[in-house]
């Protein structure tokens, strides 16, 4: 069985490491100076070194080799010590990952066995792996060993979350903080690896699995490979593209370029061609979120370009800038701020490209002009709509006086209930705000509103369109009216509703896509 790239080309040498300049400066002259802790605290981001540090580290303070012949106090990788930690041959190097061995036992087992000297090597080494997954109980059972080791131990605890170990732990341990690689410390390793692989691989398909990775390089590689083992060893950006699941840049750039432009229409359509070319849509929000992140950067520090600079390349960055120009300060935060609203809504739903779509959306015609609203002009009053044909019936005749009175006091309730600023485009900015408050209320009455679309105001009636028959009986039920007009009038002021079934879809089926269509028509109506 092949080994994946982050494991064939694992630094094996101090030198060999990208980044963490500071950390590789002090271990090594650590080393030179006779100055070895009996623990150590490696914490940072996952795939950034850290285990891979501490196995170089253990090679260099058990290097058979004398460190005057040695260059810069690294393991010399041929003497026995070596050769043992590299092939996995010693016991006494134990690495341990503690998601596995999270119990007070398994380090009881561990410490009590401290005491025995070295088989083979100078040292016994401990790498204990996502060290803030142990339990309490064995935190404390490590704590007396770890702050007493004898001599010929060293404990090397690696994390990706600092902040859950404790501070008696955190205390008796040299800590050392690994950062987040850059794009051109990954662009470099990456090239590197294709030249030795003898893979053929266009600039921008490197720059796409470096950005990818978000700083990680273990994510880099394996990325790497999993895009050399489906293209072969001639690489396009195209495919790489295909196999990672993201949209090329540019379309991304006319994106956000639309999206600035409060240009809905180009917008969606945009999105609905990325959805159908199989783009993560989770994915994507993610990228246009990073994308606002820098673009903050920008439009706050004029030398906001430099802090992104090591993240893409050049002609990103001036695309970024390009695009800063076309919104506000304003705009920006409010746009960002929506799409982190909506990420777990997109995450969770069964449609997610129609969560950001309609988060985008709600975002662009916020303050966007009248266009949007719906214009479709108001029957007579004496020519009552057909639905009310089918759900009124006919109230016995009243004395001419009692018609009068009845009248007035209609015309009172619904002047005091219907605003006149209420139209058709509120109701559909206030409608995910509806559908939260029911769904708390009354899941099962979401789980009906969620095929169910706005589709007109008539006198002081919201009319609701639904494609199936059973969702206007139940909608129409007392009790559940009542309850979702409750919320309806909180938001809206609009206290009455009428359910109406939509035959013209076949079979009565209703798709993601035709309620977003119904949306879209709305809007552009």
């Not at 719906?374 to 020519?383: L, R």
């Not at 706005?454 to 969702?471: A, C, G, M, N």
């Not at 909180?490 to 879809?505: A, H, M, P, W």
């Amino acid at each position: 069985m092949s080994k994946t790239f982050y494991r064939v080309y694992r630094p094996q040498k101090f030198d060999e490491l990208v980044g963490q300049e500071l950390i590789r400066l002090t271990l090594k002259q650590a080393i030179k100076e006779g100055r070895i802790a009996h623990a150590y605290l490696f914490t940072g981001p996952r795939g950034t070194g850290k285990t891979t540090t501490a196995r170089i580290f253990a090679k260099a303070v058990n290097c058979l080799t004398p460190l005057k012949e040695r260059k810069d106090a690294e393991p010399c990788d041929e003497c026995k010590n070596c050769l043992a930690i590299m092939d996995g041959k010693t016991l006494d190097l134990m690495e341990i990952d503690a998601a596995s061995y999270t119990g007070v036992d398994n380090i009881r087992q561990l410490t009590e066995n401290i005491d025995l000297s070295p088989a083979d090597l100078k040292y016994r080494i401990f790498i204990i792996d996502e060290v803030h997954m142990l339990s309490r109980g064995a935190f404390n059972a490590l704590l007396k060993t770890l702050e007493e080791p004898p001599a010929h131990t060293i404990f090397i605890l690696a994390t990706t979350e600092q902040h859950k170990v404790p501070l008696t732990i955190t205390s008796r341990c040299q800590r050392f903080s690994f950062s987040l690689l850059n794009l051109p410390e990954i662009l470099k390793k990456l090239s590197a690896i294709t030249e030795k692989e003898k893979i053929d691989i266009d600039k921008e398909s490197l720059e796409m699995i470096s950005e990818a990775a978000h700083g990680g390089m273990r994510d880099a590689e394996s990325l790497l490979a999993q895009v050399a083992s489906l293209a072969g060893k001639v690489i396009k950006a195209s495919e790489t593209r295909d196999i990672l699941g993201i949209a090329g840049r540019d379309d991304e750039i006319k994106l956000m370029t639309g999206l600035f432009e409060k240009d809905m229409s180009k917008t969606v359509n945009r999105l609905e061609q990325m959805n159908k070319n199989g783009m993560d849509i989770f994915l994507l929000s993610h990228r246009l979120l990073d994308y606002l992140r820098k673009i903050i950067y920008i439009k706050l520090n004029p030398k906001g370009a430099n802090l992104i600079a090591q993240e893409i390349s050049e002609s990103q960055v001036d695309k970024l800038k390009t695009l800063a120009g076309k919104i506000s300060i304003t705009d920006l935060l409010g746009l960002t701020s929506k799409l982190i609203q909506t990420q777990p809504g997109i995450k969770n739903s069964s449609f997610p490209h129609l969560a950001l779509e309609l988060a985008v959306v709600e975002w662009g015609i916020k303050d966007a002009p009248d266009s949007y609203e719906d214009k479709s002009p108001e029957p007579p009053i004496d020519n009552p709509p057909s639905f009310n044909k089918e759900e009124k019936q006919p109230e016995p005749e009243k004395p001419v006086e009692q018609k009068k009175k009845s009248k007035k006091e209609k015309a009172e309730r619904t002047k005091e209930k219907m605003p006149s600023d209420v139209s058709l485009k509120t109701v559909l900015n206030k409608w995910t705000a509806v559908l939260q408050n029911v769904r708390e209320l009354q899941p099962a009455l979401f789980s009906l509103l969620k095929v169910c679309s706005p589709v007109k105001i008539e006198d002081d009636t919201l009319v609701i369109s639904t494609p199936f028959k059973f969702h206007k009986d139940k909608l129409s039920d007392g009790k559940n009216r009542a309850v979702f007009c409750q919320e309806l009038n909180k938001e809206v002021g609009i206290s009455r509703i009428c359910v109406v079934q939509d035959n013209t879809l076949p079979n009565n089926k209703v798709k993601d896509d035709d309620m977003l269509d119904q949306v879209k028509a709305l809007l552009a109506s």
